[in-house]
Each structure stands twice: as structure tokens, then as C-alpha cells.
């Protein structure tokens, strides 16, 4: 309980709330969603209806802001810590569980995450989920109840891939495991029938709403190409950018903090010290991993897993277990040296990480730009993404008569009684993120009929009126 309080708190101390970019996108699909308007268009973040439909629910009973946003991730984040003490605990004892929840408690990635509107770690936690069930239920001996296992399993690997599609990799690790023990049990059927009746779900839902069961499909598809000829690999189609992109995100991100130097040490030596419950969790560990390294998130093309630190969620459990349960481990030299020196040096340089890393969000600058023209009845021009920002910081009010100024909008010079917003650091954002977008030329070389109302930070974002 003791480690869960302290988890939360921390969690609450770096609280996060919604970014700009995909986040708010997911919010407004959630509130769409719960106004019985699901999103026309077809993308991939509108096909997960995993994430949006408990963001709607919490936005239901809690209105529209950041806590409610963020609610979600925030439960799954706790509650991982809750099953990753049971998943030590079942493979091994109760003090590994006890030091993988407390390792759990404050890694970065799950600390930075936990309250970020993203998808990834609460795929991420019923994907483990579903492999702790799955474990559980190879246990049992008694078939009914073990068939109940298997089934919660599926369930839990279908409810994380409709919150994001990468859940579908966990499936290598079920494959590696048949392999491994060289032995296929007719009742794993059980947990393949459990997963498809979700995504028969999932699909009946896409077809009541939108008209389209391949929804979903459709929508990875057009994410995907997006993607590759947006040329937003990050250099890994390029040699030799390709081999060490993944090896710099894993061991220096600050999002992992040093954790992955210890974790490697403890699977190496789970790889000589052969345990049958540490084999799972290495089967688990490297073959999703190197599916990072080596894979492909298309079967059209290949094209490489993006070198994202946040990805690494689904590798989290059965890292720390391995490194849990190497630190319980009792040689002398572990015991008195390695398991005191690695608890505290971790616990400092983690809180340090989560400290110094800049992936916080932050919308400051954007309300005060809505407390200074929320009761401006005038026209008000800005970049697509600020709008989607203002509209969900009124709590998708939409009170506001904003007008989109990014490619192609009308002369901006000839605009007349009107408020122009140029977020100059969001413009840099969608710019860097997609070379094609143009924006017209009056946003530098501001028309001299343009009276400059405020200024917001160093020229971040500037508020004119035209005359």
C-alpha cells in the first residue's frame, strides 16, 4: 500500500495533462464520442476506441480537463504496479514483487507517462496483463477455472489492441513460448477465440458508427504512409542510423533513466543462471525488443518500428522482474552490494530524469490566449492546431469564431476587424513534422495594419488585431 501512496504521489507531483499534438486530438475524438458523434475521418487515432471510450466516460462525470483526460493512463499506471507485484510474486516470491513494484513506482517512462493522454501505456499494462493471466492459467490444474484464465487472457490482449494496434506483437511472445516448452495445448485456442471476439466488437462498433468495419485498418494505412513519405523514421532507413537508433533510445533517453544498464546485467545473468520462470520473461523481453530492432509495422513494405521511447512500456514488466529478481537473488556480493547500490542509485537519478525531462506538457500559453479573447465576438485566425487546443480548453464549448490560417487560406492582408494568433512555437512544431505545410507570409512580415495586443512568453505566441 505503502509503495502505491508513494507512486501516486509522485505521479501527481509531475503531473503532465494534455500536449498539442496527439493527445488532444485524442480528447477531441473522446468528447465527439461522447456527444454520439464519432469522428468522420479516418485516422488512426480516431480507430482507437479502447483509449477514447474511458475518456469519454471520465469526461461524462468529470467534465472536460486535464485530471479527467488523464485519468485513464493515470489507473492503469497504478494499477500495473499492482499487478507487477503479483506477477514477481507468482513467479518467483513476495520480495520480488514487492522490489518490482517499487521499481515500477518510480521508473520515468511509466512515471512520465502515467498522465499524458497517449496510448501506450494502457495497451501496454493489459498486454502484460494478458501475459500474467496466461501464465496464471498454465499453473492451474484444474481445467475450468484454468479455462477462465486463458479466456481473460484473450480479452485483455483484444482490449489492449484496440487501444493501440502495436499490442498485436505481444503475440510473439505466445508463439516463442509454444516453441519454448515444444508443446501446443488445444485450451490456448480458448485465448485466440477470446482476442478475435474483441475485435469482432471492435468491428461491429466501427460498422454501426461510421458504415466502415475496416475503419480501423483504413486508418493504419493512411498513418503508415504519412509516416514513410514523410520520411519520420528518424534516419533508420538509412545505414548505419538503422543499427543504433534503437541501442541510443534504450540507454540514453533520459525517459529511462540508467534502469536499462542494470537490466541488461540481470538478463545476462538470467541468460547463465537458467531459471524456467526467468525464461519467460526473457522470451518475453527479446523478442519483442528485437522486434523493435529488426521489425516492420506494415506487411505491404518494410518499414521500420519508429525509435520511440515510449514503445518500450510493453518491455517493462518483464525488465524490471528480471531485474527484481536478480537483485533478490542470494549471493553475497548481490545481496550486500548490488541490490543497496542499484535501489538507491536508480531511486535518485530517476526522480532526477523525471525532473529534467521535456515532455511535460504544458497549455499555459494557449489559455491565457483564450482568457484574452474568450469574449471576442470578432473573427480570430490561427493555425489548425491551436484551434483544436482552444477548443478544448473551452471544454469544447466552441463559443470562440476561430478560422484556420494554415495552407492555402485567404490573403491575410486584406483581412480587416479581426484578431490574428500566431503561435510561433506551434507553427515550428507542425513545420518540423510536416516540410510540405506552408504558411503565408504575412505571419513574419506582419501587414502594418496589424496592432500587436500581447505578447506571450519571448515572442512564443503573439495576439494582433487587424484594423
Do not use: C
Not at 96 to 108: E, K, M, R, T, Y
Not at 239 to 248: A, L, M, Q, R
Amino acid at each position: 500500500m505503502g509503495i502505491v501512496l508513494f507512486a501516486t504521489l509522485l505521479r501527481l507531483a509531475f503531473f503532465s495533462g494534455v500536449g498539442t499534438s496527439d493527445p488532444v486530438y485524442y480528447s477531441k475524438s473522446a468528447n465527439d464520442l461522447l456527444n454520439n458523434k464519432f469522428p468522420s475521418e479516418t485516422t488512426q487515432l480516431n480507430a482507437r476506441i479502447g483509449l477514447l471510450i474511458p475518456v469519454a466516460i471520465s469526461y461524462s462525470i468529470f467534465g472536460v480537463n486535464d485530471f479527467s483526460s488523464t485519468l485513464f493512463p493515470l489507473l492503469t499506471s497504478i494499477l500495473g504496479i499492482i499487478v507487477i507485484f503479483y506477477f514477481g510474486k507468482f513467479l518467483f516470491n513476495e520480495k520480488v514483487g514487492l522490489v518490482a513494484a517499487f521499481l515500477l513506482s518510480f521508473f520515468p517512462l511509466d512515471v512520465v507517462y502515467s498522465t499524458q493522454l497517449l496510448s501506450d501505456l494502457p495497451s501496454a499494462f493489459f498486454s502484460g496483463l494478458s501475459v500474467f493471466l496466461f501464465l496464471k492459467a498454465e499453473k492451474i490444474v484444474r481445467k475450468p477455472n484454468s479455462y477462465l484464465f486463458y479466456i481473460l487472457s484473450g480479452l485483455s490482449l483484444g482490449i489492449a489492441f484496440t487501444i493501440r494496434e502495436m499490442a498485436i506483437m505481444m503475440i510473439l511472445f505466445f508463439l516463442a513460448y509454444v516453441l519454448y516448452n515444444k508443446e501446443f495445448k488445444w485450451s490456448y485456442i480458448l485465448v485466440g477465440i477470446s482476442f478475435l471476439l474483441i475485435l469482432l466488437i471492435e468491428t461491429g462498433f466501427f460498422y454501426y458508427y461510421t458504415g466502415n468495419p475496416f475503419f480501423k485498418l483504413e486508418g493504419a494505412d493512411y498513418a503508415l504512409d504519412t509516416i514513410v513519405h514523410g520520411d519520420f523514421f528518424y534516419g533508420r532507413l538509412s545505414f548505419p542510423k538503422f543499427f543504433v537508433t534503437w541501442p541510443y533510445v534504450v540507454f540514453g533517453n533520459i525517459q529511462q533513466g540508467y534502469f536499462f544498464a542494470f537490466i541488461s546485467l540481470a538478463a545476462f545473468y538470467w541468460m547463465i543462471h537458467r531459471k524456467k520462470e526467468a525464461d519467460y520473461l526473457l522470451i518475453w523481453f527479446l523478442s519483442i525488443l528485437l522486434y523493435f530492432y529488426f521489425g516492420t509495422t506494415s506487411l505491404k513494405q518494410y518499414a521500420p518500428v519508429l525509435a520511440v521511447a515510449r514503445y518500450l512500456n510493453y518491455i517493462t514488466y518483464p525488465a524490471l522482474i528480471l531485474l527484481a529478481s536478480f537483485l533478490m537473488e542470494q549471493q553475497k556480493i548481490i545481496k550486500k552490494i548490488f541490490l543497496p547500490f542499484t535501489i538507491i542509485f536508480l531511486l535518485f537519478t530517476s526522480i532526477g530524469a523525471i525532473y529534467l525531462d521535456n515532455s511535460r506538457n504544458s497549455l499555459d500559453g494557449l489559455r491565457q490566449v483564450y482568457s484574452e479573447v474568450k469574449s471576442v465576438e470578432k473573427p480570430i485566425y490561427t493555425d489548425y492546431r491551436s484551434i483544436i487546443v482552444l477548443n478544448y480548453i473551452s471544454g469544447y464549448k466552441n463559443d470562440l469564431n476561430l478560422i484556420d490560417l494554415d495552407s492555402n487560406p485567404k490573403n491575410l492582408k486584406n483581412v480587416k476587424d479581426a484578431y490574428i494568433v500566431i503561435n510561433n512555437q506551434m507553427i515550428k512544431g507542425l513545420l518540423a513534422a510536416n516540410k510540405k505545410l506552408a504558411f503565408l507570409s504575412e505571419i513574419k512580415d506582419t501587414p502594418p495594419n496589424w496592432i500587436k495586443i500581447k505578447e506571450i512568453g519571448e515572442e512564443d505566441i503573439i495576439i494582433y488585431y487587424a484594423k
